[in-house]
């Protein structure tokens, strides 16, 4: 059986988060200039149930949360988006991502941490941009959703995915042949989506390094040939990370071609050209290795416009 997707698509993770504040319209209007196919959307709930284009559930990582409402932390520390109204989340200031004990950047040398005048997105805001985009530049982009812990959502008392689908629908996101994955690293939830709340488009099953996910999900399993033969009847594809591609040596494990096998789609997560690996030397080897050798179909990079040049080459 053949993937449903032949050609390898590029896909901004967080936007073009290498050089502009992860997930704000400026990122996503970015990642739409440098010719990525598709751009990422990760997404959480405000308490007023609206959909927010986020990486975490905290909000103390990449905004002025602390300093605005320095009493509205959890028992645990930490300042979670579902605790704030969306018109208190347009009050912040989003930032490059930092540690919120030190203050200084994850990635020293992108866009200085706490500069700049950018805000926390909705989902809606962002299709908006990106679907408005298309219509300028004549570029048809994608959009790429995750949906971020939908059992701890639950747990609280929301339900993202269902807050979720009526505005992709909206938008004219509902089948397979449109340009939108949703993807969930909870097996739980991807079951729901195809069942109970009848999604008709198309989905990734995201695979994690742990043994077992928050909702039980035993990743070891869907690695594996029998696993991913499960996977396919639910799922188009799955979203791995570059461990499951590539071994410590830089060499293709056998998760592509088995995932092939079984007509799903292999979209990694993540190339970073200021984080990579110890087994290359340079950006464009790593591109090499994924796209020329493990033969991806895609893949997840902070720096999207490499991507999209090393395949221009190769094409």
Known sequence: MKPHVTSPLVIAHRGASGYLPEHTLEAATMAHALGADFVEQDLVLTKDAVPIVLHDIHIDTISDVATKFPTRKRPDGRYYALDFTLTEIKTLKASERFDPKTGKAVFPGRFPAHQGSFQIPTLEEEIQLIQGLNKSTSRQVGIYPELKNPMWHRQQGYDLSKATLPILKRYGYTQKSDACFI????????????????????????????????DGTAFPALHQPEGLSELAKLVEGIGPGLGSVLDTKGKARELVKNAHAAGLLVHPYTHRVDALPRYVKSSEELLRKLFSEAKVDGLFSDFCDTAVRYLAKTR
């Open 183 to 214: 993807q969930c690293f909870e097996l739980s939830e991807v079951k729901r989506l195809r069942t109970e709340l009848a999604w008709k488009g198309k989905l990734i099953m995201l695979l994690d390094s742990v043994a077992k996910g928050d």
